[in-house]
């Protein structure tokens, strides 16, 4: 990672930030839950996910920020937008969306140096019952995980709630795909999965910056990805969610650096 931290670094490599460091992550956090409330209005039968794209381009340029995916391995937009059975890294295009599809929409802007990561879901026209379900499983899943977080739990604590959670649901975690430490980078370690046990995995300590990002099929938890290199879809073509945050632990717990400014995170708000 080649950036200008100069704070400690635990063992396993993940960066414990101060307080100025939170500072800057609740500004970038703010941008990118801000971007998502106000793309809402723009996604309805019809749309394409292209043009929701170029707005959320504007949205970020307006506000002075950054896209951190525009360039990032040669990906070429400011969102990814993910449809239906697309689990995630979906590829913004001229194609429309019908009703009752969903997606999930994910941004990730720079600001100041700070990198915020969130999405979330939204849908197109109305939403089926099977497809509401899978929404609102997600939703508490990631905060599930969430609620595990404070200093002296494990990462695989993390993990095990939002497995414990989504299975007993009878629905499947997926397992390509994980969070990520962030701040100044976009991926640092460590790997946050979204499943696992109970007291593995590196402790969790005051000032680490991650994200928490489960993806939840209402099939199979295997996914493939297309010939495109970047969208992962179920290999079973069963519909998938995600929802997103960027958190940082605190003394106590954590601080959700991506909250809605609006309160529209909720699916159903
Ligand atoms: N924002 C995604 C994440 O949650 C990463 C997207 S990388 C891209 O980590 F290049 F596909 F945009
Ligand atoms: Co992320
Ligand atoms: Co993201």
């Known amino acids: ?3 200008a931290y100069k704070g400690p670094v635990t063992r396993d490599g993940i960066r414990l930030h101060n307080e100025a460091d939170f500072a800057g992550m609740r500004k970038a956090g703010h941008l990118a839950a801000d971007i998502l409330d106000r793309i ?5 039968v019809g749309q394409s996910t292209g043009e929701i794209d170029r707005i959320i381009e504007a949205m970020v340029n307006a506000a002075g920020a950054t896209s951190a995916t525009i ?11 993910s449809i239906n059975h697309v689990v995630c890294h979906g590829i913004p295009s001229d194609k429309k969306l019908k009703d009752g599809d969903i997606l999930n929409i994910d941004v990730t802007v720079i600001v100041d140096g700070w990198f915020g990561d969130t999405s979330r879901m939204f849908v197109a026209g109305k939403l089926g019952r099977k497809a509401e379900r899978l929404i609102e499983v997600t939703h508490e899943a990631l905060f599930k995980g969430i609620a595990a977080v404070k200093p002296g739990n494990t990462f695989g604590d993390i993990g095990h709630a939002i497995q414990s959670f989504v299975e007993g649901h009878r629905m499947s975690v997926v397992r ?12 640092a370690p460590p790997n946050v999965l979204h499943y696992g046990r109970e007291g593995t995995g590196p402790v969790l300590e005051e000032g680490m910056f991650f994200t928490i990002e489960p993806m939840v099929n209402l099939g199979r938890p295997e996914t493939k990805v297309l010939a495109d290199d970047w969208t992962a879809v179920t290999r079973d073509k069963s519909l998938s969610a995600q ?20 309160g529209k995170f909720h699916p159903t708000y």
């Open 1 to 3: 990672m080649v950036d």
């Open 40 to 44: 809402a209005e723009h996604v309805f």
């Open 71 to 81: 360039g990032y391995r040669g990906y070429q937009h400011a969102s990814c937008i």
């Open 176 to 187: 390509d795909f994980c969070g990520h430490g962030l701040g100044t980078v976009f991926h």
């Open 243 to 262: 929802f997103e945050h960027s958190i940082g632990v605190t003394a106590t717990g954590c601080e959700i650096f991506t909250l809605s400014p609006a």
